[in-house]
Nanobody, 115 residues
């Protein structure tokens, strides 16, 4: 009964910041990599950032230096701090996690950045 619940999306002006959270719940034996993806209208879903269970991170070139991914293993939660937002960051953001050796997705949260 694993579930990922996202929060933190919204509307922000260019240059502003938003913080996204994604908490996993249910019968969890292990969580390995976690990450964030996004999908803009008419575009394919793309990887934004990932974080391994050991804490190593990777992020897309388009967000490098602006977004920071982190996790709190005690809370089974992954975060995405988004700074210096641009209109091209507008998308539905999806949380992903490898839990119990299976992949799970959050429901998605809308992030809209106005110019």
């Amino acid at each position: 009964q694993v579930q990922l619940v996202e929060s933190g999306g919204g509307l922000v002006q260019a240059g502003g910041s938003l913080s996204l959270s994604c908490a996993a719940s249910g019968s969890i034996f292990s969580i390995n990599a976690m990450g964030w993806y996004r999908q803009a209208p008419g575009k394919q879903r793309e990887l934004v950032a990932t974080i391994a269970d050991g804490g190593s991170t990777n992020c897309a070139d388009s967000v490098k230096g602006r977004f920071t991914i982190s996790r709190d293993n005690a809370k089974n939660t992954v975060y995405l701090q988004m700074n210096s937002l641009k209109p091209e960051d507008t998308a539905v953001y999806y949380c992903f996690a490898n839990i119990n050796a299976r992949g799970y997705w959050g429901q998605g949260t809308q992030v809209t950045v106005s110019s």
